[in-house]
C-alpha cells in the first residue's frame, strides 16, 4: 500500500476509534460473509472448518449459520 494511502487509512480509523487491524478484519468479514452466500464451496469451506472457540473464524462461522440457518 502506498504510504500516503496508508497515512490516510491509519487517520480514518484514528477518527474512529478502531485500530487498522479491526478495520481491516472488518472488511475482510464482510466480504467473506459475501463470498458465502455467493458461494456454496466458500460456504461448504467455512462450515466444515474447525476453529477455535472464542476465535474470530469461529464467531464468524457461527453467525453465518445463525444468518443462513445451517
Known amino acids: 500500500m502506498a504510504p500516503e494511502c496508508h497515512a490516510l487509512l491509519k487517520g480514518v480509523c484514528a477518527l474512529r476509534g478502531i485500530t487498522l487491524s479491526e478495520y481491516v478484519y472488518k472488511v475482510?468479514?464482510?466480504d467473506f460473509y459475501r463470498l458465502v452466500k455467493e458461494d456454496n464451496q466458500?460456504?461448504?469451506?467455512?462450515?466444515?472448518?474447525?476453529?477455535p472457540k472464542g476465535s474470530n473464524a469461529y464467531n464468524l462461522k457461527e453467525q453465518i449459520k445463525k444468518d443462513f440457518n445451517l
Open 28 to 30: 475482510l468479514a464482510e
Open 42 to 51: 466458500v460456504q461448504q469451506m467455512l462450515i466444515n472448518g474447525e476453529y
